[in-house]
C-alpha cells in the first residue's frame, strides 16, 4: 500500500542535569564545588534516503523520541551527549508543523537533513556558581526539556516522467512496456489506486545513453479532481515534481477531445504552473478502430497547440518504439537527471522574537508567561533547593517580569505558569505547585 501522509510525534532527548558535589579529599578541608555539567540531549532529524519511496515505516509506529543526555557527576565529570535520533524519508518529503500548518521544511535532495526537534541543553554543575563570596553553591542546573511536536509528512513523488489520463487511458499498461514495472492492469476503471514507478533503461536503444529517468503512474483523474473528486485529489501532488508530463488520451474514447480538455482543466485547477511544464500527448488505443479513424484531427488540434503527439497502442506494443525516442529526445542530458527535477528544497529557519523577551498574559484564571530565555530559567530551576528557588526569584526581578506581573494584576495565591511550570504567586515568595 502506497503511504504518502503521515501524523507524528516527535521528541528530542532532554538534556542531563548538572551536579551539585563538593571535592572530597584527605587532607583538603572545604574542597570546593566539583560539580560536573549534564550532556545535551539527542535531536531529532529527518534525512532523505534515495532508497525510500513511500511513508510506510511510519504506519504504525508514531511516536519517537531520542535519547536523553546524562546528568553531570563530581570530580567535574561532564555526563554523556544523547544520541540524535535520524529517521529516513523519501526524496519528495514536505514536512509540516501539525498545530499551524507551517512548513518545516521541503526535502528533495540526496542525505539532505532537517533538524524537526532539538535537544535539550545540559545543566551547568554547581562548579559554575562559586563566587569569592559564595564559595560553596548548592545550586545547580536541571537539564532542559528537549522540544516536542506532532508533524505532518506529505510526499510528492520525484519523477522524471508522470503519467496523467482519465481512468482506464492505458497509463498501467503503457508504463508496464517501456518499463519493468509490474502495475496491476484491468479492463475497467480506478485499476490503479495507488502510484506505480518504474525505471526506463533508455541504453535499450542506444548503448551510449546512460541516461534511467524514473516514470510513475499517477491515478487516473476526473472531473473535480482539484475539488477532492474520485482518486486525483490524494495524488495530484505528484505531478508537481515532475519533469516531463506525459498525458494519455485514449483515442477510442466516445470523446477523446472532452477527455483531453478534463485533464488539462483539472491541471490547470490544482496549479497553473502544471501546463507549462513539457508535456507529450500519447494517444493510445490506435489498434482499435474508432481510435485509428480519430487519430488524424486528434493529433491537427495538438499540432495547432503546439503539443507533441505520439500514437502508440499499448496492448500490441505498435509506436513504443518512437514513444521511447521522443521521450529520450525531451528529457534533459544525464548531468541535469542526476539533481532533482527541481531546486534543492528547502529548510525554514524562523526568527523567534520571543527568545530573549517575555510577555504576560492572562490565561483563565491564571497568569502565562512567554519567553524562551524565562522559560528555560524555570525548566532548569530545581525548586527543591532553597538557594536555587532564590537565585530564580532574583532573576525575575531582574528581568521585570515581577513587575509585569504585578502591572497585570496578579494577586497572593494565583497560578502562574512558565512553560511546564506552575508556580503559586506569593508577595513574599514563589512556591512550586
Known sequence: MFFDRVRIWVGAGAGGDGAATFRREAHVPRGGPDGGDGGRGGSVHLRVDPGETTLIDYRFKHRFRAAAGGGGSGQRRHGRAGAD????????????????????????????????????????????????????????????????????????????????????????????????????????????????????????????????????????????????????????????????????????????????????????????????????????????????AALSALRARRAAEQLPTVAVSALTGEGIGELRRTLARLLPDAAALASPPEPAGVVVHRFDSMASGFAVVREGEAFRIRGGRVERLAAQTDFGVDESLERFQRDLARLGIDRELRRAGVADGDLVRIGRTELEWRDEDWVER
Open 85 to 292: 535520533l535520524v529517521m529516513a524519508v523519501p526524496p519528495g518529503t514536505a514536512v509540516h508543523d501539525d498545530a499551524t500548518g507551517e512548513l518545516i521544511a521541503d526535502l528533495v535532495a540526496r542525505e539532505q537533513r532537517a533538524m524537526v526537534a532539538r535537544g535539550g541543553r545540559g545543566g551547568l554543575g554547581n562548579v559554575h556558581f562559586a563566587t569569592a563570596t559564595h564559595r560553596t553553591p548548592r545550586h545547580a542546573q536541571k537539564g532542559e526539556p528537549g522540544e516536542e511536536r506532532w508533524i505532518r509528512l506529505e510526499l510528492r513523488l520525484i519523477a522524471d516522467v508522470g503519467l496523467v489520463g482519465l481512468p482506464n487511458a492505458g497509463k498501467s499498461t503503457l508504463l508496464a512496456g517501456l518499463t519493468a514495472a509490474q502495475p496491476k492492469i484491468a479492463d475497467y476503471p480506478f485499476t490503479t489506486l495507488e502510484p506505480s514507478l518504474g525505471v526506463l533503461d533508455l541504453a535499450a536503444d542506444d548503448p551510449d545513453d546512460p541516461r534511467r529517468p524514473t516514470i510513475a503512474d499517477l491515478p487516473g483523474l476526473i472531473e473535480g479532481a482539484s475539488m477532492g473528486a474520485g482518486l486525483g485529489h490524494a495524488f495530484l501532488r505528484h505531478v508537481e515534481r515532475t519533469r516531463l508530463l506525459v498525458h494519455i488520451v485514449d483515442a477510442a474514447a466516445r470523446d477523446p477531445e472532452a477527455d483531453f480538455a478534463v485533464i488539462r482543466g483539472e491541471l490547470a485547477a490544482h496549479d497553473p504552473a502544471l501546463l507549462e511544464k513539457p508535456m507529450l500527448v500519447v494517444l493510445n488505443k490506435i489498434d482499435l478502430p474508432a481510435g485509428a
